[in-house]
T-cell receptor, first 112, second 115 residues
Framework: LAKTTQPISMDSYEGQEVNITCSHNNIATNDYITWYQQFPSQGPRFIIQGYKTKVTNEVASLFIPADRKSSTLSLPRVSLSDTAVYYCLVGDLRTGANNLFFGTGTRLTVIP | NAGVTQTPKFRVLKTGQSMTLLCAQDMNHEYMYWYRQDPGMGLRLIHYSVGEGTTAKGEVPDGYNVSRLKKQNFLLGLESAAPSQTSVYFC??????????????FGQGTRLTVV
């Protein structure tokens, strides 16, 4: 099971781009990288998922280098409503639920 | 389409009491999961199920039992509640049809206090 390492917390001003990096040195060949967002008193919500290179959706971008040992979640022009905990997960959901391992996440605080 | 629904949303139990948390999903997902989240912590997997009639232990299974009699429901039971089980419990489900690596959908959580 590939473990992940993320910063415990980050602060950012409104309107800035935020990049949260996740290290996963033991990522396996079939593993995907998935990011979730969790607001207080709510369940986590899927943000983005990727396998290699770059993935972009309406919410965020995910950058994955060629060696796949790390990944960076990029949130463009954050607002106060982006204050949340962000979790990086690595695993192959097709092979077992134990790959849905959340860790402690990164607490992002957006400052006015 | 309600997604993942957890019942109840709040509950206070006395030490030694029993209760069952219900999770229902209407997305025809194969996998279902129960997590607990303690203050300031990440989610820890308690039990999970890969299909109707099957369950497996996760990271912190002690003190809990589960059942998946119907595909859409996943029940989490506490036979004899302890204060250490005070937590927020989240249920989730995910699909693995067509061999796709898909996202998990979470319920809104059940806040349980054991006094």
């Amino acid at each position: 099971l590939a473990k992940t390492t993320q910063p415990i917390s980050m602060d950012s001003y409104e309107g800035q781009e935020v990049n949260i990096t996740c290290s996963h040195n033991n990522i396996a060949t079939n593993d995907y990288i998935t990011w979730y967002q969790q607001f207080p008193s709510q369940g986590p919500r899927f943000i983005i998922q990727g396998y290699k290179t770059k993935v972009t959706n309406e919410v965020a971008s995910l950058f994955i280098p060629a060696d796949r040992k790390s990944s960076t979640l990029s949130l463009p022009r954050v607002s106060l409503s982006d204050t949340a905990v962000y979790y990086c997960l690595v695993g192959d959901l097709r092979t077992g639920a134990n790959n849905l391992f959340f860790g402690t996440g990164t607490r992002l605080t957006v400052i006015p | 389409n309600a997604g993942v629904t957890q019942t109840p949303k709040f509950r206070v139990l006395k030490t030694g009491q029993s209760m069952t948390l219900l999770c229902a999903q209407d997305m025809n997902h194969e996998y279902m999961y129960w997590y607990r989240q303690d203050p300031g912590m990440g989610l820890r997997l308690i039990h999970y199920s890969v299909g109707e009639g099957t369950t497996a232990k996760g990271e912190v299974p002690d003190g809990y039992n589960v059942s998946r009699l119907k595909k859409q429901n996943f029940l989490l039971g506490l036979e004899s509640a302890a204060p250490s089980q005070t937590s927020v419990y989240f249920c989730a489900s995910s699909s693995h049809r067509d061999n796709q690596n898909t996202e998990a959908f979470f319920g809104q959580g059940t806040r349980l206090t054991v006094v």
